[in-house]
């Protein structure tokens, strides 16, 4: 099963090694992590040793190698963010998640996570769910972002 | 595919069309500013609307057009009309203003501004929006260069953001793109040509080095071999810069183009856009720019049938700041682990597959096609002597008007500030300027840190001579502000006020890079993690004098001794902070306080009972449930129990809960 969806991956981008942290990327947009399966496939298909495989996935931020959860909350913390109160959204959604900054929640819905800057400065503090970016938050609206909808 | 002046002219005049159709069009922003405050739903509610009344009107998408503030905006084209912006638009107002279109009206009180003629910068043309008589409540919207925003832009880089659609050619054809292009390839124009107009020019490479473009041009042109490479590096890492993303998101072709330039004039046949991946707008629209191109043989084999063949690749970034550093980019297109490499040799001469390399910025290309067009003189007339041109900022932070802007080099951070940005909210005292993302420095632009120290007794002289001069008339370009201890960067400002505590600003950056940090050389490695424990320490009121000391001497390593320019550049926050504000350092070392009361350490939060009205708001807003009182009467925080997260505070409309 694993075999089948990377493999596509990996010949959609001609197992170009150009183009690897893009394919690890699809991965893990896939799976929500970058399983081991994987990456031993692409190993041996692409003659790259694993050690350097395994380099390039904990280099880079946007991968894991452990299982996240369904949305990622990235909080934007961003120079303009942090000082119109980032910080107290990181504390206030790691509160209302149960979860640490990086963690994931129990029922495998939420990753929290942090981010440098997504690049919407003008409506800091900023919060991405997802691709969706939401801006001019205060606490009480971040945790609304991450409440079940009531039901209409 | 285009072949002949005229192919190109045909669809010059069909894009000019779909720009300025003989109908009315509404334009919805739907950059990342715009989508981020709704215009997802203003773009759906202005398509119903036009449905269900009928109204003969196109409703179309473009980038942003800077006041990101002012978001969602959008804008109306009637024929004969002048074009009118409408800003902090809801699905309700839209449907409004369609309703009025349909009658014949117009919602001059929701107008932002409008445009009457436009200049186009490539060729010079005008267009004037207005031939007939419009209506006094349309003749009364003030222009949109008379908002204090707007007032000294110059559009160079953003000249089609937010008024061309950045997923149709044809519009980046019809406001004068590919023009540029097609002459150079096809009259022949010689490469060394081109470097020398672009040399010429003074254009300085805008991702923050600020080295002069022309001469890497000239030395990847000269250098040996016959693969050579252009990169565009959009992998934009300052946190509060943002000019690079608007333009991907707003007018991708204006960086192609200057790429495909580029490449003609160095001899390249291949070329990347290396784009961070928390953009997915804007790699959605240059993935979409790229197919277009490649259909009407823009790129490819032989393309405007001169002979000359160019094509690009897209790299979507890991998430790495340090791959902003061109050698560690270079690393990452080739699979790897994005470490730096050692500059002695330079990639202009061995970069990417040690082939030899020309990366230059977004901004950087989205400025070639205007210079070749108009010439080195022209571009040279703008600007200071040593920084030529316009750069575009991004003014965020605690300032009443945040957004893009462009403005010629040389503006002082008075205008800027105070004149485009209309000032520091209400209550609120100016501080500080961040200039130059993690790499730079906080500028103070007033006598406020010398007062400070008179205000604590202290009398000796501060450390630095021009710190009781002002320097907010300091003229803005690469040189000044390297001077005055800060840097250009990518043009990223974010300001700072009376709430935002300089050791935190510092502390905050520090680990920052201590996250990004990519670990292969010891002096930034360790350098940053002992700088980052000392200031935990300052700012958990546990700092000693001798501290500051100790910072100032682990800042000399790492700026002597690091690999690249993100260990050496550092220190640069701690350092100007200290530079500027050691009244601060102190405070929290000696007396434990806080003064922007920032540090959760050093502060408490309680209620002014003259200010508090009983309302409670903040009863309900406090996750410890720590805030006791009767309905009408003063309310209490009880100390020992309160978490110190600030809901409170957000809440309260009476400005009653304080900090100490």
Known sequence: MIHEKVAAIVDKYEADKESLIMMLQDIQDIYHYLPEEALRYIAERMDIPLTQLYAVATFYKAFSLTPEGEHTIHVCCGTACHVKGADRIVDRLERELHVKEGGTTLDKRYTLKTVRCVGACSLAPIVMVDDEAHGRLNQDKAAKLVRPKKPA | ?660
């Open chain 2, 1 to 660: 595919m285009i072949r002949k002046w005229e192919d190109l002219q045909e669809i010059r005049k069909r894009g000019e069309r779909k720009i300025r159709p003989n109908k009315i069009k509404i334009t919805v922003g739907t950059a990342t500013c715009g989508l981020a405050t709704g215009s997802a739903e203003v773009l759906k509610a202005a398509r119903e609307a036009v449905e269900q009344t009928g109204l003969d009107a196109i409703v179309a998408q473009a980038g942003c057009i800077g006041y990101c503030q002012m978001e969602p905006i959008i804008d109306v084209w009637i024929p004969g009309f002048p074009r009118i912006f409408y800003s902090q638009m809801t699905s309700t107002k839209v449907r409004q203003i369609v309703e009025a279109l349909k009658k014949g009206e117009h919602k001059p009180e929701w107008a932002l501004g409008k445009i009457i003629s436009e200049t186009n910068i490539i060729d010079e043309s005008v267009f004037n929006y207005t031939s007939e008589k419009v209506p006094l409540e349309i003749a009364k919207i003030h222009h949109l260069n008379d908002v204090p925003f707007y007032k000294k832009q110059f559009k160079i880089v953003l000249r089609n953001c937010g008024f061309i659609n950045p997923e149709d050619i044809e519009e980046y054809i019809g406001a004068g793109g590919y023009q540029t292009l097609f002459k150079v390839l096809t009259e022949k124009h010689k490469p060394q040509e081109l470097i020398e107009t672009v040399k010429k020019s003074g254009l300085r490479g805008r991702g923050g080095g600020g080295f002069p473009a022309g001469r890497k041009w000239e030395t990847v042109a000269k250098a040996p071999g016959d693969i050579k490479y252009v990169i565009c590096n959009a992998d934009e890492g300052d946190p509060g810069a943002y000019m690079d993303r608007s333009v991907l998101e707003g007018d991708p072709h204006s960086v192609l183009e200057g790429m495909i330039l580029g490449a003609y004039a160095i001899g390249s046949h291949h070329g990347y856009i290396y784009v961070r991946h928390e953009y997915p707008q804007a790699v959605k629209k240059f993935t979409k720019a790229i197919e277009q191109a490649r259909e009407l043989g823009i790129l490819g084999k032989n393309i405007f049938g001169s002979g000359f063949e160019f094509d690009m690749k897209i790299n979507r970034g890991g998430g790495a700041f340090v791959c902003g550093e061109s050698t560690a980019l270079m690393a990452s297109i080739e699979g790897e682990v994005g470490e730096p490499r050692p500059k002695y040799i330079h990639t202009a001469e061995s970069g990417l597959w040690n082939r030899p390399t020309n990366l230059n910025n977004v901004e950087t290309w989205a400025n070639i096609a205007p210079i070749i067009a108009r010439g080195a003189d022209w571009f040279a007339s703008i600007g200071t002597e040593s920084s030529k041109g316009t750069k575009v900022f991004s003014l965020v932070g605690k300032v009443n008007n945040t957004g893009l802007l462009e403005v010629p080099m040389g503006i002082t951070l008075r205008e800027i500030l105070y004149e485009l940005g209309e000032g520091i909210p209400e209550h609120h005292r100016f501080k500080a300027v961040q200039t130059g993302g993690p790499s730079g420095g906080c500028l103070i632009v007033d006598t406020f840190g010398w007062k400070h120290r008179e205000y604590l007794g202290d009398t000796a002289p501060p450390a630095v001579s021009y710190v009781t001069e002002s320097l907010i008339d300091l003229p803005v370009d690469f040189d000044t502000l390297t001077e005055a201890g800060s840097m250009m960067g990518s043009g990223g400002m974010i300001i700072m006020d009376d709430t935002s505590c300089m050791v935190d600003i510092g502390r905050y950056f520090l680990n920052f890079l201590k996250e990004e940090s990519c670990g292969k050389c010891t002096p930034c490695r360790e350098g940053i993690r002992n700088m980052l424990a000392i200031l935990n320490r300052i700012s958990a009121g546990e700092g000693k004098m001798e501290d500051i000391d100790r910072l100032v001497e682990i800042a000399q390593v790492l700026q002597d001794a690091s690999l690249c320019a993100l260990g050496g550049s550092a220190p640069n926050p701690v350092l100007s902070t200290i530079r500027y504000f050691r009244s601060e350092y102190e405070e929290h070392i000696l007396h434990k306080r806080c003064p922007a009361g920032v540090c959760k350490a050093l502060i408490h939060y309680s209620i002014d009972p003259l200010k508090c009205t009983g309302c409670t708001v903040c009863v309900k807003a406090c996750p410890e449930n720590c805030i006791t009182g009767k309905k009408q009467k003063p309310h209490k925080i009880d100390d020992a129990r309160c978490i110190k997260c600030g809901s409170c505070q957000e809440v309260c409309k009476f400005n009653a809960v304080v900090i100490q």
